[in-house]
């Protein structure tokens, strides 16, 4: 969706190297998440966000810290990356509550796939 | 534990030949359910969703799925497969009344495979 916009698309890192991703939405939506995907596991939530003074931990977020600067920009921060953080990253957004038939869709980016050496 | 599962890794289909990917769930309540398609070096894709109502739910590119409450199922669907959509499709459920949070719970996922 190129409403969501994920950068770096790719990149490769070493053991140990603190690494920074980024997330923008232009889709005016408050919610926003982090998903790491595996083969074989599907998505997990790593951090989502409410809004901007919102953040919260999902379900694997040991080794992971975020930021919400702002209501269309969501960084996730790998403070010293580790091999089995490699994964494929996702970010989403969705409009939140009292929206009718909008409510509970998540729009997805395109994703960037990290490597940890 | 609440978990959502895509039985088989793979599906082969031919062009034409309808198709299903099957999703079954186990969550409690009555809860949302959603279907996402992954493109190669693409996020992931809104299909369709089930919130209430018809249990046949139709979405995007043709494809639809069937809820049922007893089987707690949520199989995709569609009538004729085309070879474009071989992609890797991921049935996703959210839970009932978790308090605003939007928790996707997703299955591993399934890749669709359509051969000419």
């Known amino acids: 969706d190129a409403d969501v916009t994920q950068t770096p698309r790719n990149r490769i890192t070493k053991t140990g190297k603190r690494i920074m991703l980024e997330c923008s939405q232009t889709?005016?939506?408050?919610?926003m998440y982090w998903y790491r995907q595996d083969p074989g596991l599907g998505l997990r939530l790593i951090y989502y966000s409410f809004d901007v003074k919102d953040i919260n931990k999902g379900e694997i977020s040991d080794g992971y810290s975020v930021s919400r600067q702002a209501q269309a920009k969501f960084s996730l921060s790998l403070e010293s990356a580790i091999p089995n953080q490699t994964a494929l990253y996702f970010c989403?957004?969705?409009?939140?509550?009292?929206?009718?038939?909008?409510?509970?869709?998540?729009?997805f980016g395109p994703g960037t796939r990290l490597t940890v050496l | 534990a609440q978990s959502v599962a895509q039985p088989e890794d793979q599906v082969n289909v031919a062009e034409g030949n309808p198709l299903t990917v099957k999703c079954t769930y186990s969550v409690s309540g009555n809860p949302y359910l959603f279907w996402y398609v992954q493109y190669p070096n693409r996020g992931l894709q809104f299909l369709l969703k089930?919130?209430?109502?018809?249990?046949l739910v139709k979405g995007s590119y043709g494809f639809e799925a069937e809820f049922n409450k007893s089987q707690t199922s949520f199989h995709l669907k569609k009538p004729s497969a085309l070879v474009s959509d071989s992609a890797l499709y991921f049935c996703a459920v959210r839970p009932r009344g978790s308090g605003g949070y939007n928790k996707l719970i997703f299955g591993a996922g399934t890749r669709l495979a359509v051969h000419p």
């Open positions: 889709k005016g939506h408050d919610r």
């Open positions: 089930y919130i209430t109502g018809d249990n």
């Open positions: 989403a957004t969705s409009v939140g509550v009292g929206t009718g038939g909008l409510v509970d869709t998540q729009y």
